[in-house]
């Protein structure tokens, strides 16, 4: 059995609206992962703030083992919103208690790419819409360039501070894992949340190539579009 205490940083009473309804589906939360994984005991820490930002409603994080913290904007609360980005914490939980949340860009990557799944096979739906960003062309060979670099540009790969756009990073751990699931159907995110990072670096590695082969295929055909317009001009008149 896990035990969990939830701290409700409430002294100004930011929460007070919402305080049955964040602890019901904490409560939900932490019931539905359970039934897919082992999760480690841990403090979940809740506070409110004001992000008016189209995704500022609820930011999570678990910065070291055992502790989840949750930021809300109490009029913007949605209990199954805020079930899934618990949930998605509760992956990186039980990674911490592993090889740990990474350093390299490889390592974060699979883990933000566990984390994806996990919500998947706990909650069901759709991918999260961080999930499912369309990174730009040449991406995946610049993460496989970086990925054992051990300064990982968090801003840069997931927070579309710099060259990337937002979610690119999280978008391509979710690809990695949804190969590495397919080609391995008796997986789940759950089973592999402690599974060190280096081996799904051949993962990334193929599907660079794929990218790689598709785009010169691209060009290649455009060239072979491009021969008989030249060569056969329209005619005048």
């Known amino acids: 059995m896990t035990f969990w205490h939830i701290h409700l940083l409430n002294a100004r009473h930011a929460l ?66 805020f079930t899934r980005a618990l949930v998605r914490q509760m992956a990186h939980l039980i990674r911490r208690e592993g090889p740990g949340y990474g350093k390299s860009l490889g390592e974060v990557l699979v883990s933000e790419g566990l984390a994806g799944h996990f919500v998947l096979q706990v909650m069901g739906g759709p991918a999260e819409a961080i999930d499912t960003v369309r990174p730009a062309q040449g991406a995946m060979r610049q993460a496989l360039n970086e990925w054992a670099r051990r300064d990982c540009d968090h801003g840069r ?48 590695r193929r599907i660079a190539a794929a990218e790689g082969q598709a785009a010169e295929g691209q060009q290649d055909t455009g060239q072979a579009d491009q021969g008989p317009a030249d060569a056969n001009p329209p005619s005048e008149g």
């Open 157 to 204: 790969w997931f927070n579309g501070k710099g060259d990337l756009r937002k979610g690119t990073g999280s978008s391509l751990g979710h690809r990695l894992i949804a190969e590495h699931l397919a080609q391995n159907p008796g997986d789940s995110a759950a089973v592999l949340a402690r599974a060190p990072a280096e081996p799904f670096r051949q993962i990334l």
């Open 16 to 81: 007070t609206p919402v305080l049955s309804e964040i602890r019901q589906a904490s409560r939900d939360a932490v019931a539905r992962a359970s039934d897919h994984a082992d999760l480690p005991d841990f403090d979940l820490v809740i506070r409110a703030h004001q992000d008016r930002s189209a995704d500022g409603a609820i930011q999570g994080q678990c910065p070291v083992p055992g502790i989840i913290e949750i930021a809300l904007t109490p009029d913007r609360f949605d209990p199954a919103m």
